[in-house]
Each structure stands twice: as structure tokens, then as C-alpha cells.
């Protein structure tokens, strides 16, 4: 059920099976799979999350390829719904551990808020990453680009950026590193710092022999139109001629909310899960980009189908088997 | 492109970056991945995979839960052959390792078969397993229940059994356990063995404290219509009520031209892999169903995901950098 400042309060003195931080892919698939399990679940979604943005999908089995992520989160909501999942827009505070319980406390509204205090035996952390962009005075001029030509994951559209001159953004040193990766989709390749760090002489000179130029003014607008990009213009007037370009930049993990819980073993800012996507908290799960490894969609689904069957065998195992009562008589 | 015996000649002088065998849904995934690295890869499906037989995906994020597996595995050929992959029918014989590249034996065509000789760097094996079926003289009266009312998969299923009457089908006294998994869904159970193993004393007795009725008989027929079950007949003029089934009975592993491997690690027959789906053989990968692991499709396309970005990593990585030649002179 969809719930909203209206009706969550029949839901504040149940005790959910799993509580799902986050409704993108992976949250969403767990959402299916512990609907499907009988089991009672709710996905706190905030909105805004990386795969909304996502212009399209190139390589997911069974979509078209021009397959918005607007498009497949509404129809996955809409799936995870009419299994029986509950459903609110939120943002997830505080998560506390009470022992048998988590209590997660949501922000429902942006204006007159309200903080309402959902339980769960399991939570499953599926909240994700979110881009850094460069930030421009005009923030509309970066919007109209990135997702489209202007990309943030290499795996996902390195192979949409084969042989374009492309220009790689990075916020500090260590991230120019992606050049030498992106060289194989192409070689023409130039660098931008918009003026956020210094360059190393070694690196300086690793450019240099790769050919790839280094352009550390600010960036000022991008230029193209109808979210084709053409070139960068930079704070010094020059125009850096690119048909395509990778944002390299850093994410903002949204993990604030498993701060507080004791003994997380971390990978940085991503999660350390086991096989069945649990982490070492054996009642907390963690999904997709906030768990080490690769950021895809596909993964992130598959890992919401193993927490939600790690988390439906456990409960089963805890409960009292289902017995046919009445042939116990004759059968005994 | 679309191989066949008029054509595949034109690739047995190349070596492709991967192989893979079984065009499933973790094979198709790794396809089209790979084709989007700018990999070369080649995909060999046998036809009449399981997936295949799937009526309906009821758990996969962005697709109806009425997609029947013939139309996924129909776009996402579809999708890998857009990408630029390669794609053939045909039978897997044999996979020999000689060193650098592997050579895969396949036979096409079921009458004047031909035998070409493949070359992959690596092999990716995603050939999946087959239920077996209980075998009854009239076999299409198993097809016309099976995949429908009459489950191969609990966790893809058991959803759909909820609370109604069931048929557990086992072939040995192993697989009746899964009765005591079964009855998170339905505690109305009939386990039946087709006649084909004893029972012993405990089992009997358990499944007597769970008033599950236990049938040793044959089964001769199912009943219902429009692939509705509604009974089964068995040999001795019984017929055992029951609106739906699990049939679990085992599972064929097509996994044979991996037998003669060295070295390979296996868990019975399916493949140990690591977290990126590598089998023990750095140059082997094994996707969904054939590893050790879930059987589910959202798992095998994450499978594909890995078991791609891992190849192309290492092809990547043992590969010359590509120079922007042009720019070398300007910046040096």
C-alpha cells in the first residue's frame, strides 16, 4: 500500500519483516522477492536517486536500450506494490538498533514535516550514490548534458564514447586515474580539473606522453545543443572541442543513516556484504552502490533477490512449521 | 551477426575475446556486456533452455509479471546480436584448454551435422540446467501443467501456491524434504513419488507429525484444463486432489564439455566461482544456474555483468594504452 502522512500511523505498531531503505532497482527488487515470501515489507524512497536520472539502459536483459530509469523505477514500484509491499516518500533520519527490532526514523514532507518511527526485524540499505557534478552558476546548463552525452559511468556508456573526442572531468588527482581506463574506448581524450586541485608533476608527465591535454581553468558553460554535446568553454575563454565526456567527480554515499550502528565493517564508504548481500550486522543488508562492488543495475537487482531470500530463510527457520492439521488424526 | 553453417566458416580463423556456451539469460547478459567493452564474443545456444520453458517471470524488476521467458530470451538476442555479437545454434561437444585460447568443439545441425572447432580466449559457461520431469507415457500431458500450475521453483513460485492444495513430486527421499520449505506457502501438502524410490521409517513418520500424506504410486495422469491442474491420477485408480505442485526431482547439468578441465572446482556439479563469477580457471567464467548459487534470472544477468567486466579488465589490462598520436609531439 502506498502510505503517506495520511495513513502511515495504522502502520506505526507493526513490526515490518524488513524495512527498505531506498526504492531504486536493488530496494525494489527485494521489495518483490519479500513480497513474494509472504513476508510484510516497506521501501522508503526519497527520491532523486541515480537511476532516475538515467537517460536510458543500455544493457539490462529484456529492455530496450532507450529505456528511461524514470520509466523502469515507476513500473518496478508499481510491481512491488501490487505484490503487497508498503510504500512512502521519505527520508530515513536514524536507524537504531533495539536488539530484535531496527527503528527507522523517517522526514515525511519537506514543509510541515513530520518524523514517524517505523520497526523492522531487517533493514536493508539500498539508499545508493549520487554523482558530484561540477557545479556551474548555472546548474541547467549541466543538467542538459550529463546523463545524455555527458556521462558518469564508464561501464555503463564507455562503448556510446567510442573514438569521440571526450573530455574527462575530475575533481582531484587521484581520479585523472580514469583516463587511462577510458583510453579504451577512446584515445582522444582531454582532461578537466575545473580548477578544484593540482596536478602533480608525474602525473603532469603521464598526460603528456598518453597525449592527452590537460586543462585546469574552471568551466564556465558546456556548448551543443538538444543534449548534444560540442565543447566546454572555460573560464579563460577556451573552448575545449568534445563530443562526449566523462564526469569522474566522486559520490555522495547516502549511508549517513548506519552511522551509528556499532561494528559495520566498511570498505571506505561502501558497505562489506557477504554473499547473500548481508553485511556483518547479521540483521542489516546492503545493496547495489552502497556495497562493494560493481555499480550496475543488474547487480543491484540480483542483490536485492539474495538479501530478500537470506532474510526470508531466516525468518523461516525461526517460525513454526505449517502443519495440514487436519489429517493429523488420520495420518498418525 | 547470426552464424549458421552457411556462414560460420568466415570465423573459424578468428579468436574471439570470449565464448560463451548457453544463450540464456546470464550468457545474453555477459553478450551483450562484452559487445558493449568492444569485446569480441561469440554465443552458442543449444535451444530448449529452461528459461525457455518459463511461462511467466513473476520477480524481475522492470518487466509485466506475465513476460513469458521466450520473449526475454527473444530481445535480448535481439539486443546482444545489435551490440555486435555473434550468435549460433548449436551443441556444445567439447572445451579444450591450450594454453592461451580454448577450442570449442560444437555440433550444428541435428541431420548432416557439421563439426566446426571455435577459438576463445575465454570461456564463459552459462549452459544452464534442465528440471527433470516425471516421465509419463504421455508426456504432453506433463507439458501442459508444467511451468504453469505445476512449479519447478519455489522461490520464482511458491507465491503462487499460496495456502491451496499441493503436490510435492520427488524421485528420491532427499528431495521430499523440500515439503518442510514448501509449507512456508501451503501446509496442504500431498508428497508423491512417483514410484520411484523407498521411504524410510523417519521420513514416513515426519511427514506423518505434518499431516502430509505420502503417495508411492505411479503417477498415470494430470488432471484439469486450460493448464489448470485440478488432480492427479495415480496408477492404482486414486487420484490425489491438488489445484497446483512442486515438482523436485532433480536437475540435469549441462556441464559435460567441462569434464575433461583439470583443476576445475566443483560443488557437486555446479562450478565454485568467485565474487566476479571466475571458476578456479582464470580464464573460465560460470554464470547463473551451472555455479553454486540461487537460481534465479535476475542472478544469472548480474552474473553476465561480472563475469564481462572481469574479462575485460584483464584483456584491458594486458593491452598497450591507446595515445592521442596526434597530441605526443605538441606536449611533449
Keep these: 500500500m502506498k502510505l503517506s502522512s495520511k495513513n502511515l500511523h495504522t502502520r506505526l505498531d507493526q513490526v515490518y519483516d524488513a524495512i527498505v531503505v531506498g526504492g531504486g532497482m536493488g530496494g525494489l527488487s527485494a521489495a518483490i522477492y519479500l513480497a513474494r515470501y509472504g513476508l510484510s515489507c516497506l521501501v522508503i524512497e526519497k527520491g532523486k536517486g541515480r537511476s532516475l536520472w538515467m537517460q536510458d539502459l543500455r544493457n539490462y536483459v529484456g529492455l530496450d536500450p532507450d529505456t528511461p530509469g524514470r520509466d523502469i523505477l515507476n513500473h518496478a514500484t508499481k510491481q512491488a506494490l501490487d505484490w503487497g509491499a508498503d510504500y512512502l516518500r521519505g527520508f530515513v533520519e536514524e536507524v537504531v538498533d533495539e536488539g530484535e527490532t531496527f527503528a527507522v526514523k523517517v522526514k515525511v514532507g519537506k514543509t510541515d514535516s513530520i518524523y514517524p518511527v517505523f520497526h523492522g526485524k531487517y533493514v536493508i540499505a539500498a539508499s545508493g550514490i549520487m554523482d558530484h557534478l561540477p557545479q556551474l552558476e548555472n546548474m541547467q546548463n549541466?543538467?542538459?548534458?550529463?546523463?545524455?552525452?555527458?556521462?558518469?559511468?564508464?561501464?555503463?556508456?564507455?562503448?556510446?564514447?567510442?573514438?569521440?573526442?571526450?573530455?574527462?572531468?575530475?575533481?582531484?588527482?587521484?581520479?585523472?586515474?580514469?583516463?587511462?581506463?577510458?583510453?579504451?574506448?577512446?584515445?582522444?581524450?582531454?582532461?578537466?580539473?575545473?580548477?578544484?586541485?593540482?596536478?602533480?608533476?608525474?602525473?603532469?608527465?603521464?598526460?603528456?606522453?598518453?597525449?592527452?591535454?590537460?586543462?585546469?581553468?574552471?568551466?564556465?558553460?558546456?556548448?551543443?545543443?538538444?543534449?548534444?554535446?560540442?565543447?566546454?568553454?572555460?573560464?579563460?575563454?577556451?573552448?575545449?572541442?568534445?563530443?562526449?565526456?566523462?564526469?569522474?567527480?566522486?559520490?555522495?554515499?547516502?549511508?549517513?543513516?548506519?552511522?551509528?550502528?556499532?561494528?559495520?565493517?566498511?570498505?571506505?564508504?561502501?558497505?562489506?556484504?557477504?554473499?547473500?548481500?548481508?553485511?556483518?550486522?547479521?540483521?542489516?543488508?546492503?545493496?547495489?552502490?552502497l556495497k562493494k562492488g560493481l555499480n550496475q543495475v543488474s547487480v543491484a537487482v540480483a542483490d536485492g533477490t539474495l538479501a530478500a531470500t537470506q532474510i526470508w530463510r531466516n525468518i523461516r527457520r525461526a517460525s513454526a512449521p505449517r502443519k495440514w492439521e487436519e489429517n493429523l488424526a488420520k495420518l498418525a
Tied chains: 1, 2.
Excluded at 569521440?164 to 582531454?190: C, D, H, M, R
Aim: hydrophobic share 40%; with cysteine; charged share 15%.
Design 142 to 289: 549541466v543538467y542538459d548534458y550529463a546523463g545524455y552525452t555527458l556521462h558518469v559511468c564508464m561501464i555503463c556508456d564507455g562503448f556510446d564514447m567510442w573514438d569521440q573526442k571526450a573530455v574527462l572531468i575530475a575533481g582531484t588527482e587521484g581520479q585523472i586515474n580514469a583516463a587511462f581506463v577510458l583510453n579504451w574506448f577512446t584515445p582522444y581524450i582531454s582532461v578537466l580539473t575545473h580548477g578544484l586541485c593540482s596536478v602533480g608533476d608525474a602525473m603532469r608527465a603521464k598526460l603528456a606522453e598518453h597525449g592527452y591535454p590537460l586543462y585546469e581553468q574552471p568551466i564556465v558553460e558546456f556548448l551543443g545543443e538538444n543534449h548534444h554535446l560540442q565543447g566546454i568553454k572555460l573560464a579563460d575563454g577556451q573552448v575545449v572541442e568534445a563530443t562526449t565526456g566523462l564526469i569522474n567527480m566522486g559520490s555522495i554515499y547516502h549511508n549517513h543513516y548506519l552511522k551509528g550502528i556499532p561494528n559495520l565493517e566498511w570498505d571506505g564508504e561502501n558497505l562489506v556484504t557477504n554473499d547473500m548481500a548481508q553485511t556483518s550486522h547479521p540483521r542489516l543488508f546492503a545493496l547495489g552502490d
